[in-house]
């Protein structure tokens, strides 16, 4: 199982190339696979922020967080990914094996590269939802703009890209801690502690209740989650959130973190992470 789980993380990233990495993954002579699902469920997960560079510059990589380890607040970053059928539900792909048992064995980590709705949208029965038109007309603009080479171009497209997005939106998004962080106890909300570092891979987008789609960077990353919520966005399809700056912890502390989504229909999804434990 080890091995298959290791082509399935050589495939995603072979297919997104520098995930994570790249600000603007829209890039020249590619087509797009829009899904539409709603959200009714979701799992958060652990990850950190990776820095590392080559000859070409300095990057940062959001990668998955080893079991038993220490990390500072500033490295760490706390995602959750979404889907509209639970992973139990999940038939196995005759190709790529039973995500469920890769699951069940790597847990979150699976979720920076290869979350739920990215393996269902290689399915022939990927269990999507009812297509918006509106949606994916204004995403199809952002997406294939005039940079880019639109699917329906008489020239040859070099890359696929699946891209998911979401049908639900949210009015209110939660984040509570099972232990005192930076001076907050445990259960208090924390919403205010957390900014938005990125979103999944060719995913660098927001696509409002009212559906308008914006993918301005100034306006999608690095900001507060109120001023997220502000869009009043549908579901991201995956996010990834980190402290702002100044937030830290004075011992060293194990905690979870409980995500919990409130939607429009005020639905609530909770999900917790994975116990991590801080150092200062």
Same mark, same amino acid.
């Given at each position: 199982?080890?091995?298959?789980?290791?082509?399935?993380?050589?495939?995603?990233?072979?297919?997104?190339?520098? !995930?994570? *990495?790249?600000?603007? @993954?829209?890039?020249?002579?590619?087509?797009? *696979?829009?899904?539409?699902?709603?959200?009714?469920?979701?799992?958060?997960?652990? =990850?950190?922020?990776? +820095?590392?560079?080559?000859?070409?510059?300095?990057?940062?990589?959001?990668?998955?967080?080893?079991?038993?380890?220490?990390?500072?607040? !500033?490295?760490?970053?706390?995602?959750?990914?979404?889907?509209?059928?639970?992973?139990? @539900?999940?038939?196995?792909?005759?190709?790529?094996?039973?995500?469920?048992?890769?699951?069940?064995?790597?847990?979150?980590?699976?979720?920076?590269?290869?979350?739920?709705?990215?393996?269902?949208?290689?399915?022939?029965?990927?269990?999507?939802?009812?297509?918006?038109?509106?949606?994916?007309?204004?995403?199809?603009?952002?997406?294939?703009? !005039?940079?880019?080479?639109?699917?329906? !171009?008489?020239?040859?497209?070099? #890359?696929?890209?699946?891209?998911?997005?979401?049908?639900?939106?949210?009015?209110?998004?939660? *984040?509570?801690?099972?232990?005192?962080?930076?001076?907050?106890?445990?259960?208090?909300?924390?919403?205010?502690?957390?900014?938005?570092?990125?979103?999944?891979?060719?995913?660098?987008?927001?696509?409002?209740?009212?559906?308008?789609?914006?993918?301005?960077?100034?306006?999608? +990353?690095?900001?507060?989650?109120?001023?997220?919520?502000?869009?009043?966005?549908? =579901?991201?399809?995956?996010?990834?959130?980190?402290?702002?700056?100044?937030?830290?912890?004075?011992?060293?502390?194990?905690?979870?973190?409980?995500?919990?989504? *409130?939607?429009?229909?005020?639905?609530?999804? +909770?999900?917790?992470?994975?116990? #991590?434990?801080?150092?200062?």
């Amino acid at each position: 199982m080890k091995t298959k789980y290791v082509y399935f993380i050589v495939l995603a990233l072979a297919i997104s190339a520098c !995930s994570h *990495i790249e600000d603007n @993954d829209f890039i020249e002579g590619t087509s797009y *696979i829009l899904t539409a699902r709603k959200c009714n469920y979701a799992w958060a997960f652990n =990850a950190y922020i990776k +820095k590392f560079s080559d000859e070409w510059g300095n990057y940062t990589r959001i990668s998955p967080f080893k079991k038993d380890t220490t990390i500072k607040t !500033s490295d760490f970053v706390l995602g959750f990914t979404t889907c509209n059928v639970d992973i139990k @539900d999940m038939k196995k792909h005759p190709y790529r094996g039973d995500y469920q048992e890769e699951y069940k064995k790597y847990g979150g980590n699976m979720f920076i590269d290869y979350p739920p709705f990215n393996a269902l949208s290689y399915m022939t029965e990927n269990m999507a939802d009812e297509k918006d038109p509106v949606i994916e007309t204004r995403l199809r603009q952002q997406l294939e703009s !005039s940079k880019t080479r639109t699917a329906n !171009s008489d020239l040859p497209t070099t #890359v696929l890209i699946r891209v998911d997005y979401r049908l639900t939106w949210l009015k209110d998004i939660k *984040i509570t801690c099972s232990a005192e962080i930076a001076g907050r106890a445990a259960g208090q909300s924390l919403i205010d502690l957390f900014v938005v570092q990125g979103y999944y891979e060719h995913h660098n987008f927001i696509v409002t209740s009212n559906k308008n789609v914006i993918t301005d960077k100034a306006r999608i +990353k690095g900001i507060s989650l109120s001023q997220y919520l502000s869009y009043k966005p549908m =579901a991201p399809a995956e996010i990834f959130l980190r402290f702002k700056e100044g937030v830290n912890v004075s011992a060293p502390v194990t905690a979870q973190f409980t995500v919990e989504l *409130i939607t429009g229909e005020d639905k609530s999804i +909770k999900t917790t992470a994975a116990a #991590v434990k801080f150092v200062p």
